[in-house]
T-cell receptor, first 112, second 116 residues
Framework: DQQVKQNSPSLSVQEGRISILNCDYT??????FLWYKKYPAEGPTFLIS?????DKNEDGRFTVFLNKSAKHLSLHIVPSQPGDSAVYFC???????????FGSGTKLNVKP | AAGVIQSPRHLIKEKRETATLKCYPI?????VYWYQQGPGQDPQFLIS???????DKGSIPDRFSAQQFSDYHSELNMSSLELGDSALYFC???????????????FGQGTRLTVV
């Protein structure tokens, strides 16, 4: 049973515009949420995280929003750059961090 | 900064052979995670260790075993390899013991295993 879901397999955005990647989860006990960026044949690279006690976390061009009542989080990238083109994975963890639950990823293409 | 090191980067094995994948975590990280990613699939959790003890287990076949050693590096041993074991195997590490940034896991570059 997939507890973290990314329903959009791909997203195409013009350079300079905003990219919004979405993620839904089913387990209300998740304590932390993370976004990873992945290039082909490389390991996922950590981008940004958010605790379940917050609703927003910002780091440079990346902002993650968490809506606990809707069990939904999103990653905003502003402004989008061609180098942002990659697969973005949403992940979640319980309080004990014994494992991270991953979504299926969204492939972002930022067009010059 | 030091990252998670995985070796080998690429491995080709025949069916029914064995393989050993190694993971060296970031210094002072005491938690290691193993994930398997098949073609076009999301990363699947295999197993995790904290302070050399198994902390959680996912969809890891009985043919696979893993351990974390006293220096915190970890090895994933895979026996009786099958064609379906061909995948990217990622290791990640995390530091639990306080400090900023201990909520995220950092991944290695992965080992691409091809079973022929």
């Amino acid at each position: 049973d997939q507890q973290v879901k990314q329903n959009s397999p791909s997203l195409s955005v013009q350079e300079g515009r905003i990219s919004i990647l979405n993620c839904d989860y089913t387990n209300s006990m998740f304590d932390y949420f993370l976004w990873y960026k992945k290039y082909p044949a490389e390991g996922p690279t950590f981008l940004i995280s958010i605790s379940s006690i917050k609703d927003k976390n910002e780091d440079g061009r990346f902002t993650v929003f968490l809506n606990k009542s809707a069990k939904h989080l999103s990653l905003h990238i502003v402004p989008s750059q061609p180098g942002d083109s990659a697969v973005y994975f949403c992940a979640a963890s319980l309080y004990n961090f014994n494992k991270f639950y991953f979504g299926s990823g969204t492939k972002l293409n930022v067009k010059p | 900064a030091a990252g998670v090191i995985q070796s080998p980067r690429h491995l080709i094995k025949e069916k029914r052979e064995t393989a050993t994948l190694k993971c060296y975590p970031i210094p002072r990280h005491d938690t290691v995670y193993w994930y398997q990613q098949g073609p076009g699939q999301d990363p699947q959790f295999l197993i995790s260790f904290y302070e050399k003890m198994q902390s959680d287990k996912g969809s890891i076949p009985d043919r696979f075993s893993a351990q974390q050693f006293s220096d915190y590096h970890s090895e994933l041993n895979m026996s009786s390899l099958e064609l379906g074991d061909s995948a990217l195997y990622f290791c990640a590490s995390r530091g639990r013991t306080g400090g900023k940034g201990n909520t995220e896991a950092f991944f290695g570059q992965g080992t691409r295993l091809t079973v022929v």
